[in-house]
Structures are given as structure tokens and as C-alpha cells.
């Protein structure tokens, strides 16, 4: 098992959740091949059971991605090879204005380019 080994990148999510989507990733790793980035992040999606609907995974090791998130919903993380953003996707009627540096209350914008947020 490799809990305990995951290195948090950004976080706005409280830490009882970020203990859990680590937790979920370990396992993951322990259950498929790491090269299964589909299964791990579809194993970390079930997320959804415990803390409602709208969350959303990324596995791999070089994509990149740009989202909105609701406020206390994100989670960027390392484990082994892998970089693991994960969130849950905010309701476009609580964005009232949003840039990528400064988000309001509701949200926050991240763009991650080869596994580095890009600001």
C-alpha cells in the first residue's frame, strides 16, 4: 500500500477529504497497473458515493487540463509517476466573476501543463 506516500501540490479541500481521495488513490494503485490510468481515476470517481455528484479525476503523467471547481472541492496531487487533480465541478450559477489568478469565493481556475499548475 503506498499510503502516506502522496505529495499534495495545491489544495483548498479540507484535509479529512484530502486524506480520503489519497486513500482512494493508493488503493487504486494497489488494485491495476499503473499504466491503467482509466480504471485508477474510474476507482477514485466513486468518490461520488461519499461526497455527492460532480466530482471529477485526471490520472496520468503528462496531459493537460483547464477547469472550474467549487470552493473546498480540489485536490492536486502526486503518487509515484502519477499526478492526480481532482474536484468537484462548480455550478455556473455561483461563478459571478472568475479569472485565473484571483478566484472569488465560489471558485478557483487551474490549468496544468506537462504535470505543473500554470497560473
Known amino acids: 500500500m503506498l499510503e502516506g506516500k502522496a505529495r499534495v501540490e495545491d489544495t483548498d479541500m479540507p ?15 494497489d488494485l491495476y497497473d499503473v499504466l491503467d490510468c482509466k480504471s485508477i481515476a474510474a476507482h ?5 458515493l461519499k461526497h455527492g455528484g460532480g466530482w471529477q479525476c485526471v490520472v496520468g503523467s503528462n496531459f493537460g487540463c483547464f ?3 467549487s470552493k473546498g472541492s480540489f485536490i492536486y496531487f502526486t503518487l509515484e509517476t502519477l499526478n492526480f487533480p481532482h474536484l468537484q465541478r ?8 472568475v479569472s485565473a489568478f484571483d478566484c472569488q469565493e465560489s471558485c478557483r481556475d487551474r490549468k496544468w501543463e ?5 497560473i
Open 15 to 29: 484535509m479529512k477529504m484530502q486524506i480520503q481521495a489519497m486513500t482512494s488513490a493508493s488503493q487504486a494503485l
Open 44 to 48: 477514485i470517481k466513486k468518490f461520488d
Open 67 to 69: 477547469f472550474t471547481h
Open 90 to 97: 462548480s455550478s455556473f450559477s455561483l461563478i459571478d466573476s
Open 114 to 118: 506537462e504535470g505543473k499548475v500554470v
